[in-house]
């Protein structure tokens, strides 16, 4: 899917800088996984204990 989104400049290279990832699309891809594990992770921490 082509997307088109502006992307602050100060945290696109902070992002680089932290990963070391340089190309924009796959900097992108790693922030989409990144945010699905966490949010994966919550949501299952939400489950936590609520069923027998």
Do not use: W, Y
């Amino acid at each position: 899917m082509r997307v088109t989104v502006d992307i602050d400049d100060d945290l696109l290279q902070r992002a680089q800088a932290l990963s070391g990832i340089k190309e924009p699309t796959a900097l992108v891809h790693e922030a989409l996984k990144a945010l699905i594990e966490r949010e994966s992770a919550h949501q299952l921490a939400q489950l936590g204990g609520s069923k027998p």
